[in-house]
């Protein structure tokens, strides 16, 4: 069996408002990394990628309200490696496992 391996690129803005800013941190909001994640694997699977499993994530910059993400996607046979950056600074990045939900990206 030949490994398929396939990029894609994707774009995110961070909401400007979510209830969860007002208590991380008040004067101050980040977004915190579980919705972070959350957003990410909503925006995945409008892409056709189902995550159900997050092996590994590591946060390396913070992320505000407004900001502009770029997304690098590497899927290969199931697996997925998700890199994320604002204005090309690393803010995140994540392996997961997924399964395909439509021939979207086959």
């Given at each position: 069996m030949t490994d398929k391996v396939a990029q894609y690129?994707?774009?995110f803005s961070v909401p400007e408002?979510?209830?969860s800013y007002a208590g991380h941190f008040p004067g101050n909001p980040l977004v915190p990394g579980a919705l972070?994640?959350?957003?990410?694997?909503?925006?995945?699977?409008?892409?056709s990628?189902?995550?159900h499993l997050i092996k590994?994530?590591?946060?390396?910059?913070?992320v505000k309200p407004g900001d502009q993400l770029q997304l690098q996607v590497t899927a290969n046979n199931g697996?997925?490696?998700?890199?994320?950056?604002?204005?090309?600074?690393?803010?995140?990045k994540a392996q997961c496992l997924y399964h395909q939900t439509d021939a979207h990206h086959a």
């Open positions: 690129t994707l774009t408002d979510h209830p972070l994640l959350r957003w990410i694997i909503e925006l995945l699977k409008q892409e990628f189902a995550v590994q994530c590591k946060f390396l910059h913070i697996s997925l490696t998700v890199e994320i950056f604002c204005a090309n600074t690393p803010v995140a």
